[in-house]
């Protein structure tokens, strides 16, 4: 069953924030994204990071 979370746009930005400071080089990550080399942990933050990108884009 899934959790719903209701997050303020700065509470969403803060997440996207410290999820891109975990993955280090962004550039790089998000190559290797796209080169489909991901770990499943890594995916699963390319995935959330999407997501927050998404929601922020949503609310302007």
Do not use: C, N, P
């Not at 069953?1 to 400071?21: D, F, G, N, P, W």
């Not at 280090?24 to 990071?49: I, N, P, V």
């Amino acid at each position: 069953m899934s959790t719903v979370e209701l997050l303020t746009i700065e509470q969403i930005k803060a997440r996207h924030a410290a999820l891109l400071a975990s993955v280090g080089d962004e550039q790089a990550f998000r190559r290797r994204a796209e080169d489909y080399q991901l770990s499943a942990d890594e995916l699963a933050t390319m995935t959330e990071l999407e997501e927050l990108e998404w929601l922020v884009a949503q609310a302007q």
